[in-house]
């Protein structure tokens, strides 16, 4: 597989598994969001620190960090555009160099590789660190970060870069026609992992190819029929062992973060299912994992003799409608999908008691959302007063009276407390990740359905296999289907391109369509609906320049999200982070804010905040 590093020796008998094939949930940038994706394999702790458990032991240098991670190291392929991205590393942020990093406690960006960038007009110019290098000591430059940047404008068929110069080693230049300075970063590459005497070559034939249709068949290639087995890395781990269950990193010495690490070896480890992660974790098999936990194993991890440390980060969650929904839409003739049913998930948005649901999902107490597709943060600083006075207030609370209304003038009747149309009930089928902790929200969201008269069934899906094939294949009608962040997409609200799922073409898992819809110009609630294209919408706000112009966009694009209701947004709380403090001393800074951070453990590692005891 990997030549001389595959090593048969690290896979005993309690890591054997029958392994599923499955797809990772796409959308997740390269920052790592931390949540359930982290899949688990159930191990036994023997109570020593030789690597069953936690091994932190950074006076002797061989302290040992233990992760978690859903991949398949299987059938282990390190490029980085292969189609199945289960089969590449986890925990990549430690293998790989990000380039900038993103805190959501901050709402800023702060560089790693990335030393600092200016747009100056159409000249975007970005400035690397010195002394950085790829793990067989090759110096790691701008012209790595350049290919990979024009790489991926062949690959995603991206156009927001008109040419890329690399005037010195450390110095990247790209020309903008029209682009808002606030999301350029966010089309940069997130780590440096494609490096430039490997994959140069496949950039030279996009270039050199004749035609679209030449391209196409290049892009199909790379990403299906090319497999790299060799390991390079660029981050303070270099990757010296593989086997079937486990990629091992062990320091390099020579990067220029390692002074701030002790942490001698990195164990990527790789598990099937969320329940053997919540049980490697209690049983202390690893040493870190995201907070999308059931809440029992929460309260043994806190609770319990491995002293856990619960670090916050700001999310939010969404109950979403597939395309497929009686509540979304229908197919014509064509097999095209018009929208319809407005009013229907109006009725929801207003059915659902938001105060009750927020109170459900975990502590610290999450924040009821205004329906606008941002954050409640975001909702005030850049909506005015008057246009949220004529944006349509769903409210905290349920309003039964308002979702009858809106059932019937919908053409439903309610016979023996059921809603029907055409003599048909309604039969919805609502689906959720099991296994994480806000478990108490799916049961209280389809309750509260049931009681108005919606028919509805719950379904739990295994964590792994609802976001690799419930959703992206709209196995649901509607469901529990997002955890937002306040990601690098360009402000500080939650990306518009991912919360109008169910909107906006394949920007998303739940619908690669693009409908168009129709609604009143902004803040005129009463003037006659016009139609409104919010891939259209969302692209000019990532191409603009002006701050009046951008401001306006995203006032339509959430006073659109607000009257058309594409999905109910839920409540923004904390998420967690959970640390195995037995082993490693995480030290939290004053403004405790500056560990909020989307890639927690890559950032908290080099910035030496968390050192093996």
């Not at 140069?200 to 050199?208: A, D, Q, R, S, V």
């Not at 936990?293 to 939010?316: A, E, M, R, S």
């Not at 927020?358 to 959302?369: A, D, Q």
Request: hydrophobic share 30%; net charge positive; charged share 25%.
């Amino acid at each position: 597989m990997v030549g001389s590093i595959y090593d048969r020796s690290m896979e005993p008998d309690r890591f054997e598994v029958d392994r599923r094939q499955l797809l990772k949930a796409t959308g997740v940038g390269a920052s790592g969001l931390l949540l359930a994706g982290c899949s688990a394999q159930q191990g036994q702790s023997n109570g020593s620190n030789n690597g069953s458990g936690g091994s932190g032991s950074g006076g002797s240098g061989s302290a040992v960090m233990k992760l978690p991670t859903d991949n398949n190291y299987n059938d282990l392929n390190l490029n980085p555009y292969n189609g199945n991205p289960e089969n590449g590393i986890g925990s990549g942020s430690l293998f790989y160099e990000p380039l900038i990093t993103y805190h959501e406690g901050l709402q800023k960006r702060v560089g790693m590789f990335v030393k600092d960038w200016n747009l100056d007009g159409k000249t975007f110019t970005i400035k690397f660190r010195n002394g950085y290098t790829w793990a067989d000591g090759t110096p790691l430059t701008s012209k790595d970060i350049r290919i990979q940047a024009e790489l991926e404008s062949f690959v995603f068929e991206r156009d927001t870069f008109n040419s890329y110069k690399t005037p010195d080693k450390h110095t990247l230049e790209l020309e903008v026609d029209s682009t808002n300075p606030k999301i350029v970063l966010s089309k940069l590459p997130g780590v440096a992992n494609v490096k430039a005497d490997i994959f140069e070559k496949y950039l030279k034939k996009f270039k050199n190819a004749k035609n679209d249709s030449a391209r196409s068949k290049l892009r199909t290639k790379l990403l299906q029929d090319v497999k790299i087995t060799e390991p390079y890395s660029s981050g303070p781990w270099k990757i010296t062992k593989i086997s079937s269950q486990r990629v091992v990193g062990k320091l390099r010495k020579d990067h220029p973060r390692a002074k701030n690490i002790n942490i001698d070896q990195i164990q990527s480890q790789s598990f099937s299912d969320q329940a053997s992660v919540a049980q490697a974790a209690i049983s202390g098999n690893i040493d870190e994992t995201g907070g999308q936990l059931p809440q029992t194993t929460i309260k043994q991890l806190t609770d319990g003799p491995w002293n856990w440390i619960k670090i916050p980060v700001p999310v939010g969650g969404m109950n979403a409608f597939s395309p497929e929904s009686t509540f979304f839409g229908v197919k014509d003739d064509k097999n095209e999908y018009k929208v319809g049913h407005r009013k229907e998930r109006q009725a929801i948005a207003h059915l659902l008691d938001l105060d009750k649901i927020s109170k459900l999902g975990g502590k610290p107490v999450g924040e009821p959302t205004w329906q606008t597709a941002m954050s409640p943060k975001a909702t005030s600083q850049y909506l005015t007063d008057e246009i949220r006075k004529n944006m349509i207030d769903y409210g905290r609370k349920a309003n039964e009276k308002k979702a009858t209304q809106l059932m019937k003038e919908a053409g439903y009747e309610k016979n023996n407390g059921t809603w029907a149309k055409g003599g048909q009930s309604v039969d919805l089928q609502y689906k959720y990740p099991s296994g994480w902790q806000e478990s108490k929200i799916w049961n209280a969201t389809t309750q509260m359905l049931n009681d108005f008269g919606i028919q509805t069934t719950k379904s739990g899906i295994e964590t792994t296999t609802f976001f690799s094939r419930t959703v992206p294949n709209q196995d649901f009608d509607t469901g529990f289907v997002g955890i937002w962040l306040a990601t690098p997409d360009g402000y500080p609200y939650y990306g518009f391109y991912n919360n109008l799922g169910s909107l906006t073409p394949a920007r998303t898992d739940y619908n690669n369509q693009t409908p168009k819809i129709k609604a009143p110009p902004l803040n005129k609630p009463n003037a006659s609906p016009k139609p409104f294209d919010f891939d259209e919408k969302t692209n000019k706000l990532g191409r603009t320049s002006d701050k009046a112009e951008a401001k306006r966009l995203i006032q339509e694009i959430a006073w659109a999200s607000n009257w058309w209701m594409p999905f109910v947004q839920i409540f923004q709380k904390q998420n967690y982070v959970f640390v195995n403090t037995s082993d490693f001393d995480l030290t939290v800074p004053k403004d405790s804010k500056k560990l909020q951070v989307g890639d927690f453990l890559g950032y908290v590692t080099r910035e030496g905040y968390l050192k093996a005891k």
